[in-house]
């Protein structure tokens, strides 16, 4: 699709991307959407728990960074910017039927359409095995939401505190208590089904 790879820079500077974007740079907005689209689409789908839902609310995401690149704060972080876009995308298609998106560059819109997802697996997805990653996806789904939302976030997401902090709307405090809880909750209920720490039954060699 493009004729160059990611720079360095461009992958430390993912505000840059934006201004090139605003800018007429096609190619630059192309590089956010590969640069975030690993975590993006697992924290989605994590929080949704219905992968082809994850897809539909992955590409509202992007087409309402690319309406509203004006409007980002450049004093801000990019990252908790789209984040916080991709949770209130993902309560919104959750709550009600998804609404069609009226987006000002057809072009875009198509060559979201068009792009499969194939997003790598995260930390968190590499370290699970079948059953084990069901488990854990049927606990995250008992979890209560804010607590999961900061434990995607941060696993997921691989966002600090701070940010999570941002992205959510609360105190750095809060957002940690909630990582933990969370933490702790799908600790309890792996050992209760016989997981142990090491990601093994109970009595495995």
């Avoid at 820079?9 to 505000?15: F, L, R, T, V």
């Avoid at 979890?143 to 900061?150: C, D, G, K, L, Y």
């Avoid at 691989?158 to 600790?187: H, M, P, Q, Y």
């Amino acid at each position: 699709m493009r004729d160059s790879e990611p720079t360095h820079a461009d992958k430390d500077e993912p505000e840059r991307l934006l201004e090139r974007y605003l800018a007429g740079d096609m190619t630059a907005f192309e590089i956010l959407v590969e640069l975030y689209q690993d975590r993006l689409y697992w924290f989605i789908e994590r929080l949704t728990g219905d992968p082809h839902l994850a897809e539909d609310v992955f590409q509202s995401v992007f087409l309402k960074v690319a309406n509203k690149a004006g409007d980002f704060d450049r004093r801000a972080s990019f990252s908790t910017w789209l984040f916080r876009i991709a949770r209130n995308c993902a309560i919104d298609e959750m709550r009600k039927q998804r609404r069609h998106l009226q987006f000002v560059d057809p072009g875009l819109e198509e060559w979201l359409g068009r792009r499969k997802i194939d997003a790598q697996p995260t930390p968190l997805e590499r370290t699970e095995g079948g059953e084990l990653q069901c488990l854990v996806r049927a606990l995250l789904a008992d979890i209560p939401a804010v607590q999961r939302e900061a434990f995607l976030l941060k696993e997921e997401a691989d966002l600090g505190f701070r940010e999570i902090a941002n992205v959510l709307g609360c105190g750095k405090e809060t957002a940690k208590s909630r990582f933990r809880l969370a933490v702790e909750k799908l600790r309890e209920g792996l050992t209760r089904m016989g997981w142990n720490p090491a990601g093994k039954r109970g009595g495995d060699a």
